[in-house]
């Protein structure tokens, strides 16, 4: 599987953000499918992630009633709607795909997508 992550941008707090994460290849619905995040100096955290048929989901507590997952299996796409968005938000973003199961930490993951930025400034 090879994920392409887009969407980024720069964004005025309390804007919101559409990112996508496009996949390649006929077994995407096989995999879970996360979203992390990179701040410069942090740790890549997790973010949000959801199951292969779209029926679960996982949130960081941090944008838990801010951001919403959804994946569109005919179209091998995952998206990540983001409102409301803080400075803190600013980090790069990763998709991240998962063979079954959704993965909440890095060491989960089986492959990687490139990362996108964002970030939120006045």
């Known amino acids: 599987v090879q994920l392409q992550a887009s969407g980024g941008g720069l964004v005025l707090p309390g804007g919101s953000l559409r990112l996508s994460c496009a996949a390649s290849?006929?077994?995407?619905?096989?995999?879970?499918v996360g979203w992390f995040r990179q701040a410069p100096g942090k740790e890549r955290e997790f973010v949000a992630g959801?199951?292969?048929?779209?029926?679960?989901?996982n949130y960081a507590d941090s944008v838990k009633g801010r951001f919403t997952i959804s994946r569109d299996n005919a179209k091998n796409a995952v998206y990540l709607q983001m409102n409301s968005l803080k400075p803190e938000d600013t980090a790069v973003y990763y998709c991240?795909?998962?063979?079954?199961?959704?993965?909440?930490?890095?060491?989960?993951?089986?492959?990687w997508g490139q990362g996108t930025q964002v970030t939120v400034s006045s």
């Open positions: 991240a795909a998962r063979i079954t199961y959704i993965p909440v930490t890095i060491t989960q993951v089986d492959y």
């Open positions: 290849g006929r077994t995407f619905r096989s995999y879970a």
């Open positions: 959801i199951g292969r048929n779209g029926a679960v989901m």
